[in-house]
């Protein structure tokens, strides 16, 4: 129990500095991609360093959601990639230690941290949102810094062009200077010219001051009401001048409260009970719609179209007469034949209006149609933006916990994986977790738009990452727990070499150090029992079988295996001989193996299907006949070279 405290405690000591260490490398990482996103609204603002990082410390704490399940996937990755590098890992498991049971230190850790990021989500988080999006939107509203370039119109004061030839850096003074106020118009505007100006703030930052010497003014003077077309325009001579113009250098903080009743500044309830509200909203939307196609959309109209006579019947009262006077009482009988009245011919009714009335109908109902339209369009948009509030209002609910499931999986697949792989530092491990995070994010944020567009439902998109990922994490993790090769390249190689039926040379060397000497007698028996084996079935085959025998089973994958197997189990037993002659005899033996090709139906019934079928049939055989030429000459040359090895086994014997 001692020992496995130590190998608890081991474990933590490993994964926690390179937790650490991975997330604030990643959390740096993000917060520089939301400074690229956003470094036009920042720069040239003459924003103070303090308030920078109040922004840069809310906008961290928003990014932690993204960082913090890659920085879990890849110290796991790194410290069971380490553990197995150094093969701490091998001797964990020999002293009967499994690796659920070496996880388990880390599965209590990051459970507690999904706990607290579910709390982290619920409560910080929001509110640092909303003092992250306030901060940047005032300083997307906070006037630019003032620098007036040198020959050069400067823009950035709303209204305004100025033009300065060219300024004195030691004094301050403006050479030059020109000034376009469009403020009020491009009819009412106002040029000044001046040899030489001073720039400053007024007091409080709102107005730009500039003290003119030597200028003219030319003014615009539109608003005056003239029957002439011709402008009429003022013109000012000075010798000193002073302007004010609106220019505010103050960083103003926009009032929070807007922001916190967005969906990113709310908490889990809070949210409930928005939606609670929006749901009631929409339902009352949908039901006033409704209520007002029942009673707007030509009622009357389209009842006299279809012969519905039901709401005549019921307007009239029980027991009463709906006959006029001096007509015969209508009875019930009289009643159901009236409701079957047939349908009323609507062009027949148009046709005996005169074309005046007709053309006035036409017209009052097309006005009717278009504002009936216009209201459904109304109603629909109505409609839709409460639906996308509510789709919004639901997805930040669920992310609550999409933050704490993804962190226990991300777990559950890298440290597997690093016990897979067996590779430690930042090269495989980085490799590997960036390409999973990649995956993560790209089907995370798919699922998120088809949920945020309305395209799916909110659940499934939201979840839909964890329901792709939960799995392969299940996967890896049996892998690990049963020594599974997932990750070997030559198990791979071994499979598309088979599937594709690439030829295998077989290599057998002499060895230095030899245990267990070869049995002559035995190895000889072995090399006439293949050879048999091989000369029986070359002379049952022919190099090119023909089309019946090849759909017949000619080519039949047992006996080729059969005698493939044999030759393995000859050239492994005689490549612990110490001569020489005999290893390079082994040496010439193929690898042989059935191909797929030689029989792709197992079934006599669909290879009598497929020989029938002739064009798809020939296509199987044509392919088949290369492999067919083959495999002939691998068990060909199998029988040459029994002959060969038995001849060295007599003479070493």
């Not at 005032?138 to 006037?143: E, I, M, P, V, Y």
């Not at 049996?478 to 791979?492: G, H, I, Q, R, T």
Request: with cysteine; glycine share 6%.
């Amino acid at each position: 129990m001692r020992i496995v405290k130590r190998l608890y405690l081991f474990i933590l000591k490993s994964f926690l500095p390179l937790f650490a260490m991975t997330f604030f490398i990643v959390l740096f990482i993000v917060l520089m991609q939301f400074l690229w996103r956003y470094i036009d609204d920042l720069v040239g603002k003459g924003l103070s360093v303090g308030l920078l990082g109040e922004l840069f410390f809310y906008a961290a704490l928003s990014m932690v959601p993204m960082a913090l399940p890659l920085a879990i996937l890849l110290a796991s990755l790194m410290t069971f990639g380490n553990l197995g590098e150094k093969s701490e890992l091998t001797a964990i498991k020999a002293s009967g230690v499994s690796l659920v049971k070496t996880m388990s230190p880390l599965i209590i850790l990051i459970s507690a941290i999904a706990v607290g990021a579910f709390f982290f989500q619920n409560d910080v988080l929001p509110r640092a949102q909303v003092k992250m999006w306030t901060l940047l939107f005032s300083a997307r509203q906070k006037s630019p810094e003032l620098e007036i370039p040198e020959g050069a119109f400067y823009d950035q004061i709303p209204g305004y062009n100025l033009y300065v030839k060219s300024k004195d850096k030691e004094s301050g003074i403006l050479h030059g200077v020109m000034i376009y106020d469009v403020s009020k118009g491009g009819d009412n505007s106002t040029i000044l010219v001046a040899d030489s100006a001073r720039l400053a703030f007024t007091g409080d930052l709102r107005y730009l001051y500039l003290h003119l010497w030597q200028g003219e003014q030319f003014e615009n003077l539109r608003e005056q009401k003239t029957a002439d077309r011709n402008v009429p325009f003022r013109r000012e001579s000075f010798l000193d001048k002073e302007v004010l113009i609106p220019f505010d250098n103050n960083f103003n903080r926009l009032d929070e409260g807007g922001m916190r009743n967005q969906y990113v500044g709310k908490n889990m309830s809070e949210l409930r009970q928005t939606i609670d509200s929006l749901q009631t909203r929409i339902d009352s939307i949908g039901r006033e719609t409704r209520i007002g196609f029942e009673q707007t959309v030509f009622p009357v109209l389209g009842r006299a179209i279809t012969g519905d006579r039901s709401a005549e019947k019921e307007a009239v009262p029980s027991g009463l007469t709906a006959s006029a006077p001096g007509m015969p009482e209508t009875t019930p009988a009289s009643q159901q034949t009236a409701a079957k009245l047939p349908p009323l011919n609507l062009d027949s009714l148009l046709a005996l209006l005169p074309q005046s009335r007709l053309d006035a109908t036409f017209t009052s109902a097309t006005n009717s149609v278009k504002m009936r339209r216009s209201e459904i369009e109304f109603r629909a948009m109505q409609l839709n933006d409460e639906k996308a509030r509510f789709r919004r209002h639901q997805i930040e609910l669920i992310k609550k916990f999409t933050l704490s499931v993804a962190c226990i999986i991300f777990l559950f697949i890298g440290a597997p994986l690093g016990a897979i792989i067996r590779k430690g530092g930042l090269g495989t491990p980085l490799v590997i977790s960036v390409l999973l995070f990649l995956v993560y994010y790209i089907i995370d944020n798919t699922g998120y738009k088809l949920a945020r567009d309305g395209h799916w439902v909110v659940w499934p998109g939201m979840w839909l990452s964890t329901f792709i990922l939960l799995p392969l994490g299940i996967f890896v993790t049996y892998k690990a727990m049963n020594d599974s090769s997932v990750f070997n390249p030559d198990l791979y190689k071994e499979w598309i070499r088979r599937r594709l039926g690439l030829p295998e040379t077989r290599h057998v060397t002499l060895k230095e150090v030899i245990i267990y000497d070869v049995n002559h007698g035995r190895a000889l028996a072995m090399t006439e029992n293949l050879h048999i084996d091989a000369t029986a079935w070359l002379a049952s085959h022919r190099i090119r079988p023909s089309y019946a025998a090849y759909w017949n089973g000619t080519y039949a994958p047992r006996p080729i295996d059969s005698i493939g197997e044999q030759t393995d189990r000859l050239a492994a037993y005689l490549s612990d001989s110490r001569d020489v002659r005999v290893i390079d005899t082994i040496d010439r033996y193929p690898v042989t193996r059935s191909l797929w090709i030689l029989r792709p139906f197992a079934g006599r019934r669909m290879r009598s299907i497929m020989k029938w079928a002739a064009p798809v049939g020939l296509i199987f055989y044509l392919a088949a006949l290369p492999y067919a030429r083959r495999v002939y000459g691998e068990i060909r040359k199998v029988a040459e070279t029994d002959t060969s090895l038995a001849e060295a086994l007599t003479a070493v014997k």
